[in-house]
């Protein structure tokens, strides 16, 4: 079940996207950050376990962010990513956002979901919000992708 996240998931989230925080797959996110955005996560839930999590950060006017999107290893391949990111951008267009954007490995994962490869120096909101933050600044190996969304 995919559903948003609630106060009592974020144990669950932090012990989901540990493992790829320590691969060097994500960045890490203490308790607090997630508290603190919340309502931008989505959660795959099963048994009573958060088995995959996604967010979506609103942080301009025009432009959002898909966010720590971890599906466990032993679920990948089942649709769940893509159900995810699929709440994300229905979430987007309800909130009017017109453009996403991911920093990504998983390249092809989002070209099949409707995003484009551009430029990362395109995106100077990310790069002067969280990038500078981030211990791969200026040496960044993520793929930066963009999805202009038609508004419902």
Not at 21 to 27: A, K, Y
Not at 47 to 62: K, T
Not at 77 to 101: M, N, S, Y
Request: proline content about 5%; charged content about 30%; overall charge negative.
């Amino acid at each position: 079940m995919i559903r948003k996240a609630t106060f009592s998931d974020i144990p669950g989230i932090l012990s989901l996207i540990q493992p790829f925080v320590e691969q060097d797959i994500i960045l890490g996110k203490t308790r607090e950050d997630i508290v603190e955005r919340i309502r931008d996560y989505f959660v795959y839930e099963e048994e009573g376990r958060i088995m995959g999590c996604c967010a979506l950060y609103p942080g301009w006017d025009s432009l959002g962010e898909i966010r720590t999107t971890v599906v466990s290893p032993d679920r990948k391949g089942r649709g769940i990513g893509r159900k995810l990111v699929e709440a994300c951008i229905k979430d987007a267009r309800e909130l009017g956002i017109p453009k996403l954007f991911v920093l990504t490995y998983e390249v092809e994962f989002f070209r099949k979901m409707g995003f484009e490869v551009v430029d990362m120096h395109s995106l100077p909101q990310k790069i002067f919000r969280d990038c500078i933050m981030c211990k791969h600044f200026p040496d960044c190996d993520e793929t930066a992708m963009v999805m202009e969304l038609e508004q419902a």
